[in-house]
Structure formats: structure tokens, C-alpha cells
């Protein structure tokens, strides 16, 4: 019986290979060595081209996936601030959350000339520095978002602190940005496909002269009451409103003060790098972007009164607390707080992880009065 050469056989498969390959239409050939560009213009409010991974399906369920119903959750650090991100990460843990790092910077490596203008700089190098370095945190989480191509992400201040029913207190907020941004279909994101920025901890927001809807959450046991809100002045009189002391609304909001937490859609970040690179007046970072938030009608702000995060002061030396203020070491806090949040995941971290006192949740205030009840809602 005849043999074919092996040497013949093989010549015989790789011709066979190479007709099969280029008898394909040209099309397909280039799908495997080009794959198609993703270099093409947002087709709506939030989203980058393409999602890393899978979009949120818009149910307000979605914000307690891993990522509480954003596409990412970043914290912004200090990189020698080792302490601070230990105990941000255990209380994101505890929430059940992941975050990345944008890594803070210090002002005295920002030179003035990258700054868009150098009127109203505090002349003092401290104040100045710490302007600075916030404002170019700040814009480099802006700057990453659009880089990357990232539909939603929220940011968080590495000393903040929000109620251990952080997650429920999400998913109301997210039906109430779905009302305030005009949301009517399903969205990509849970929090409404039409906004730029959410802003969750500040410690001033007014609501927008041109928008009196509100989204109402009433009964909430989370509310801090009146003799216990620690904010600037301007900020919602929810009694003059005809709402009780356990109501919290979601608005469009005019104005806001600090930045313990806010969110960027993929757009927002767009305009907001825009905005910040184009100012004719250097402002803290905060009161710029509640400028942006006022002036510029096409840039949508929604905020929560009362706030859902806050800055955590620990218990210790005070010197530790912030890295752009001035403490004399020798001041020793006693007793940690946040302000304006009634269970304070920072304070309670004990209790979840190891189950202590039975693990019960303490009020920070005692003296408020239990309700009963589930939350209501409703639309204003």
C-alpha cells in the first residue's frame, strides 16, 4: 500500500489553510487583525462608547452590586497616608464595596503655570499648596473618567463615613435622580441616564431656582434631627418647606460646599474638566464646582439634603484628622464623630465585624426618638 510522504501531507494542509483563510471576505480578515475602532462620540448622557464589563440594567436594585450602581468607586488619598486609606478600606468592606485609588497631590508640585488663573491664589504658600492640591485631585478623578472611558464613578474623600444602610439610602436617592434628571425609560444606569453630577456628601447645597421638584423619603430613621445638623447656612429649611424632621429630599441642586463624596457621569467629568480649565477666578474646588453647578445651565446637579456622606474625625491625636489643616498635636479627641450621620459605619466597625453587643447598630444621638414604620416616598 502506498504512502503519502509526510512532508506532502503537511504542504497539503497548509495550502488548504491558506485558501480557506483568503477566500474569506476582506471584511472578516480585517475583523481578526483590526478589531472595530471604539473612537466614536458618546451616544447619550452617561456613557462612554463601550463599558468595561456589563452596563448597570437601571433598576435601583443595581446599587448594591459591588460598585453601588456606578461603573466604578474611586477614593482619593495621599499615598503617605497610609492610615487613612486602612480605615477607609475596612469600612467600605464592611458596606461591601470596592474602590480604586486616585492618589492625592501636594500643591507644591503643581506649578502656576498649569493653573488656569492665578487670580484670587492665597498668597500665603501653605493655603496656597492646599488650594492646589485639592483642586488637581479633583481634576485628575474628572481626568481619569474620561481617559478610560468610564460611564459613572463616584468618588469618595478618604475620611468620610455614611449610615451602615448606605446601600438603601442608594437605592431611594437613585428613584429620586431618576425623577429629578427626567428619566421615563429604562435606563442604563440606575441613577438616571440624564445628570453630571450627584453630589451624596457636602455640607451646603441650595436647590436650583429654575427646579422645585423634589423626590420626598419620609419616616427615614437615618435622618439626623435639626439640634444635631452640622452645616453652612445654605442649605434647604426642610420646616419651612412643610417637611417633618425624619424627611430627606433629592433636588437639582444650585450651589454646594465640600466634597466628601459626589459622582461623575462620563459627560459631567467632560464639562467639569472644561469648566475648571477655563475659570478666570481661582476658588477652592468645592465652591467651583457649585459655581459650575449655578452658572453653566447645561451642566445638571442633584444632591441629597440631608447628606449621605460626611468627614469622620476619629478618635486620638486631632493632628491627624486633615492634612490641609493645622492642629496642635497635643489635642487628644476623646470620642469619634461624623456629623450628620445617625449610625456611622466608621463607629459601628466593631459591632459588624465582630458582632458586638449583640450586634446592635448605636445611634449616634440616643435621645432620638424610635420610629415605626417603613420609609415613604413620594414625588413633589
Known amino acids: 500500500m502506498l504512502r503519502t510522504p509526510r512532508f506532502l501531507l503537511l504542504a497539503l494542509i497548509l495550502f488548504g489553510a491558506f485558501v ?48 453601588l450602581g456606578f461603573e466604578r468607586v474611586f477614593v482619593i488619598n495621599l499615598p503617605e497616608r497610609f492610615d487613612k486609606l486602612d480605615a477607609f478600606s475596612l469600612a467600605a468592606s464592611v458596606t461591601g464595596f470596592t474602590h480604586d485609588v486616585i492618589e492625592g497631590i501636594k500643591g507644591s508640585t ?41 460611564s459613572t464613578a463616584l468618588v469618595l474623600e478618604d475620611d468620610s463615613d455614611w449610615d451602615v444602610s448606605f446601600r438603601d439610602q442608594l437605592a431611594d436617592f437613585a428613584t429620586g435622580s431618576r425623577y429629578i434628571s427626567g428619566t421615563t425609560k429604562k435606563p442604563r444606569s440606575p441613577y438616571g441616564d440624564d445628570w453630571d453630577l450627584l453630589w451624596l456628601g457636602h455640607c451646603s447645597a441650595q436647590q436650583h431656582p429654575s427646579d422645585q421638584r423634589r423626590f420626598v423619603i419620609e419616616n427615614d430613621n437615618t435622618v439626623p434631627p435639626m439640634n444635631h445638623r452640622q452645616n453652612f447656612n445654605l442649605v434647604p429649611k426642610l420646616n419651612e418647606l412643610g417637611y417633618d424632621n425624619t424627611t430627606r429630599i433629592v433636588f437639582r441642586a444650585n450651589n454646594g460646599v465640600c466634597l466628601y463624596s459626589y459622582a461623575l457621569s462620563y459627560r459631567g467629568a467632560q464639562k467639569m474638566l472644561r469648566w475648571q480649565n477655563n475659570v478666570k477666578q481661582f476658588n477652592p474646588i468645592d465652591m467651583s464646582i457649585g459655581t459650575q453647578c449655578k452658572d453653566d445651565p447645561d451642566f445638571k446637579c442633584i444632591a441629597v439634603f440631608p447628606q449621605l456622606v460626611d468627614s ?38 466593631e459591632n459588624l465585624i465582630y458582632g458586638g453587643r449583640d450586634g446592635k447598630i448605636e445611634d449616634q444621638w440616643p435621645d432620638i426618638p424610635q420610629l415605626t414604620g417603613p420609609r415613604r416616598t413620594r414625588f413633589d
Not at 472578516?28 to 456589563?54: E, F, N
Not at 485639592?134 to 473618567?145: G, I, K, S, T, Y
Not at 492642629?327 to 466597625?349: A, M
Open 312 to 349: 469622620h474625625k476619629a478618635a486620638g491625636r486631632q493632628s491627624r484628622d486633615s492634612d490641609i489643616g493645622s492642629f496642635d498635636p497635643k489635642n487628644i479627641r476623646e470620642k469619634g464623630y461624623t456629623q450628620n450621620i445617625v449610625h456611622s459605619t466608621r463607629l459601628n466597625i
Open 20 to 67: 480557506f483563510l483568503f477566500s474569506r471576505p476582506t471584511d472578516s480578515i480585517q475583523s481578526l487583525t483590526h478589531p472595530a475602532s471604539t473612537d466614536t462620540a458618546p451616544s447619550d448622557a452617561l456613557s462612554a462608547p463601550l463599558l468595561k464589563g456589563k452596563a448597570p440594567a437601571g433598576s435601583s436594585a443595581d446599587v448594591k452590586n459591588a460598585t
Open 110 to 150: 503643581v506649578v502656576n503655570k498649569t493653573l488656569p488663573s492665578l487670580e484670587n491664589l492665597p498668597k500665603a504658600e501653605r493655603s496656597r499648596n492646599n488650594i492646589v492640591g485639592c483642586w488637581r485631585a479633583h481634576l485628575n478623578f474628572a481626568q481619569r473618567v474620561v481617559r478610560e472611558r468610564i
